[in-house]
């Protein structure tokens, strides 16, 4: 329709049966349309609706290592995390310590390092392993630019 003054688009989209419906404030000058608002409204309702149902959730995985772990045990749990890093998920890998295990704090940081290292730069690490009570704790979510380079 072009620039229009305020009043002038109010009284078209008046004479129309219609409503006035402010898309931009921000712009100069802002932008108007002129539409049934009850099926504009619903529209957008319904488009959101949509979106929401086609996004992924993003869950965060948890797997446990005792510091003791044998490596077909590790094999095997670390085949599994493989499973969900493939699905799009993040893992949360807790390594616990019983009793006077805490006082051999670097053999955790050696297994953590382990683990990382296995995966190699099919991983990124979010979480740097940290000491939190008596569970060393890192998180690890799978490479996009890897896969991409791998396609």
């Known amino acids: ?5 305020r009043n002038e688009a109010l009284q078209l989209a008046s004479d129309r049966g219609l409503d006035l419906v402010e898309i931009s404030p921000d712009a100069n000058p802002p932008v108007a349309k002129i539409v049934d608002w009850g099926k504009y409204n619903y529209q957008k309702t319904k488009q959101l609706q949509k979106s929401k149902r086609n996004a992924k959730a993003l869950e ?12 077909h045990d590790l094999g095997v749990k670390l085949k599994k995390v493989t499973g969900f890093l493939e699905n799009g998920h993040k893992v949360k890998i807790v390594i616990f310590y019983r009793g006077r295990e805490l006082a051999h704090k670097d053999i955790g940081f050696t297994l953590a390092n382990k683990v990382i290292e296995q995966f190699g730069e099919t991983i990124v690490v979010d979480q740097q392993p940290q ?6 704790i890192f998180v690890i979510r799978s490479n996009q630019n890897a896969k991409a380079k791998n396609a």
């Open 60 to 71: 965060v995985k948890q797997m446990r290592f005792g510091l003791k772990i044998s490596d």
């Open 1 to 5: 329709m072009g620039v229009l003054s």
């Open 131 to 136: 000491l939190a009570g008596k569970q060393l």
